[in-house]
C-alpha cells in the first residue's frame, strides 16, 4: 500500500506570493492532517479535515486554509506569505474509527522557503 | 499546561547500548493513546510504537518498548541495541478519546548514536 505522498517536495516563494500544498493520504484513510514544523516553534497542528470537513483547527492567521476531496486528497493554501511561513509542512493521514485512538502516518513533507 | 513534555533536547548513546527517551503527559480524559515517532534528518515522521491508556502491558515493537507508567503519566520509549541508523529525532504524542481526532506532540528528543 502506497504511503502518504506530498507535493511539491521542496518550494521557494516570494514574500506576499500565495501557496499550494497537496497530500493524498494512504488508500482508506479519510482522516488528514496538516502540521508545520520550524526550528524554533517544534510541530505545530494546522487543521484536520475528515470527509471534506474541517474537525480541528490549530491557532494560525486565517492565511491558512485548507480543503478536502472527496478522493480525501487535501490541499493546503498560504496567502499573502510572510518570511516567517518559511517550514516544513507535514501532512498526515489515518483510519477514523470512530472512538478508536489511532496512529496517523506521514508523509515526507514540503519545505517551503519564503525569501 | 503542556499536554506532552519532553525534558531531554538531546542525548547521546554508544552503539549497541540501550537508551531511554523520556515522556511525560498531562490529560484528565481516562481514554487516550501514547504513540512515538522519529524523525530522521530526511525530515518524514516515523511512526514507531502504540500504548493504549487502558493497555495492561508495555508495547513493544522489534527493538522499541514503551515503559508505561500510568500513575505517573509517563510513556517512555527505550531502544535497545542502539544503531547508528537511530540518530534522529524522536517525538512523544497523545491523542484524548474526547477530543478524538487531534494529535499533542511534545518538543523532541534529538538522538546522537556513537560508534
Known amino acids: 500500500k502506497a504511503g502518504v505522498t506530498q507535493t511539491p517536495r521542496y518550494l521557494i516563494k516570494t514574500r506576499g506570493q500565495q501557496v499550494t500544498l497537496s497530500c493524498s493520504p494512504i488508500?482508506?484513510?479519510?482522516?488528514v492532517s496538516w502540521y508545520q514544523q520550524t526550528p524554533g516553534q517544534g510541530l505545530q497542528f494546522l487543521f484536520e479535515?475528515?470527509?471534506?470537513?474541517?474537525?480541528n483547527k490549530g491557532n494560525f492567521p486565517g492565511r491558512f486554509s485548507g480543503r478536502q476531496f472527496s478522493n480525501s486528497r487535501s490541499e493546503m493554501n498560504v496567502s499573502t506569505l510572510e518570511l516567517g511561513d518559511s517550514a516544513l509542512y507535514l501532512c498526515?493521514?489515518?483510519?477514523?474509527?470512530?472512538?478508536?485512538?489511532?496512529?496517523?502516518?506521514f508523509g515526507p513533507g514540503t519545505r517551503l522557503t519564503v525569501t | 499546561a503542556q499536554k506532552i513534555t519532553q525534558t531531554q533536547p538531546g542525548m547521546f548513546v554508544q552503539e549497541k547500548e540501550a537508551v531511554t527517551l523520556d515522556c511525560t503527559y498531562d490529560?484528565?480524559?481516562?481514554?487516550?493513546?501514547l504513540f512515538w515517532y522519529k524523525q530522521p534528518s530526511s525530515g518524514e515522521m516515523i511512526f514507531l510504537i502504540y500504548?493504549?491508556?487502558?493497555?495492561?502491558q508495555n508495547a513493544t515493537e522489534g527493538r522499541y518498548s514503551l515503559n508505561f507508567q500510568k500513575a505517573r503519566k509517563s510513556a517512555n520509549l527505550v531502544i535497545s541495541a542502539s544503531q547508528l541508523g537511530d540518530s534522529a529525532m524522536y517525538f512523544c504524542?497523545?491523542?484524548?478519546?474526547?477530543?478524538?481526532?487531534?494529535?499533542?506532540f511534545g518538543t523532541g528528543t534529538s538522538l546522537t548514536v556513537i560508534p
Open positions: 500504548q493504549g491508556s487502558y493497555d495492561q
Open positions: 490529560t484528565s480524559d481516562p481514554s487516550y493513546g
Open positions: 488508500s482508506g484513510h479519510r482522516s
Open positions: 498526515a493521514s489515518s483510519l477514523d474509527l470512530g472512538t478508536a485512538l489511532v496512529e496517523q502516518y
Open positions: 504524542a497523545m491523542r484524548e478519546r474526547r477530543t478524538g481526532n487531534q494529535f499533542y
Open positions: 479535515y475528515f470527509s471534506e470537513t474541517q474537525r
